[in-house]
């Protein structure tokens, strides 16, 4: 054995000093997120109103399908004096065209805000990025540090939006149509569609970072710390 292979480390231990653990990882971008509250803060509000527009919408929804469910007369004539479009035979109110476009608009607008505050993270965080790729850290420990900060994100402003929304949306339902329009809701309904504004929030998130994340997994260490703050 020569003495540049008894220096040498092995591709294990290499390994084993660049492949940090999921949670150290998670404990790494949590702090990054506190570090940066604030815009992170502002990156979360973005989402938090395309979620609970989706939630308004859907939950209301729901709340004019339990209405309908009721059979009550007086609950009938309220939605088509509100403007639903509903048949004598209908039994639920499908959202119109314009809803769903406004719906998607919004939520495509929150991406964009999202991929534009995670491009200037990654821009802020270049000497962060390349100490750490000097340090040894793979690719792919870059590319997962942003995927859970996204992550908790998403989840974080998807939650808060999604139970805004669901809670506006009860709450207009109960000054326009009155009690009885809550008292005949499916909350089994309203509880779905809370938790898939929720899980859209969280995609949005993610979807919103892959590309940002990919830039600054790619970046070179040289470069990077070249970079003048």
Known sequence: MTADSRL???PETVNRLVVLPFQKALEI?????????????????????AV??????????????????????QLRQ???????????????????????????????VCVVGIINAQ?????????????????????????RLFVLEAGMQGLAGGTVGALLGALFSLVNATVSYGW???AHVAWAEVAL?????????????????LYPAALAAKMQPVEAMRVEQ
């Open 193 to 209: 569609s809370t938790l898939v504004s929720v899980g859209v929030g969280f995609l949005l998130s993610l979807v919103g970072v």
């Open 8 to 10: 040498s480390p092995s």
């Open 180 to 182: 009885d329009a809550v």
């Open 119 to 143: 491009l200037m993270a990654v821009t802020e965080r270049f000497r962060e990025i390349g100490t750490m790729k000097c340090l040894g850290a793979l690719d792919r420990f870059i590319l």
């Open 29 to 49: 971008a949590f702090k990054s997120i506190q570090v940066r509250f604030f815009r992170s803060l502002i990156t979360t509000l973005s989402l938090i109103l």
């Open 78 to 108: 309220a939605l088509i004096q509100a403007g639903y479009d509903i048949g004598p035979e209908d039994t639920s109110v499908a959202s119109t065209a314009k809803q769903r476009w406004i719906v998607i608009l919004s939520l495509l």
């Open 52 to 73: 609970a527009f989706l939630s308004f919408v859907n939950v209301g929804t729901d709340v004019a399908d339990g209405m309908l469910a009721s059979g009550q007369p």
